[in-house]
């Protein structure tokens, strides 16, 4: 069985920071990418950034220059630092793990972990 697990999320203000990060776990043999997305109340859920096993990245037009995704293989885990955060950053963030396999002949499966919530507000 593999989780997901997302931590790190809060209440900020405007212009403030915040690191999520999010460790999967369980029975794993590799991942290739891992990523974050996001949905605020009433939106559809959207790409944030994507970093694969090899270290390429992905970014959000929206969030460029102020969102960092890095990813530490060993542990499994992948963090999202947020800097000059703004209100409509507002949203839950969601963890995913894609191509995820359990052995080395299991097929590749999408993980999502369970949200953690971001709030920018003064």
């Known amino acids: 069985q593999v989780q997901l697990v997302e931590s790190g999320g809060g209440l900020v203000q405007p212009g403030g920071s915040l690191r999520l990060s999010c460790t999967a776990s369980?029975?794993?043999?590799?991942?290739?990418?891992m990523g974050w997305y996001r949905q605020a109340p009433g939106k559809q859920r959207e790409l944030v950034a994507g970093?694969?096993?090899?270290?390429?990245?992905n970014h959000a037009d929206s969030v460029k220059g102020r969102f960092t995704i890095s990813r530490d293989n060993a542990k499994n885990t992948v963090y999202l630092q947020m800097n000059s955060l703004k209100p409509e950053d507002t949203a839950v963030y969601y963890c995913?793990?894609?191509?995820?396999?359990?052995?080395?002949?299991?097929?590749?499966?999408?993980?999502w972990g369970q949200g953690t919530q971001v709030t920018v507000s003064s």
């Open positions: 995913n793990a894609d191509r995820l396999r359990t052995s080395r002949y299991a097929p590749g499966r999408i993980y």
């Open positions: 970093i694969t096993s090899d270290g390429d990245t």
């Open positions: 369980g029975n794993i043999f590799s991942i290739y990418g």
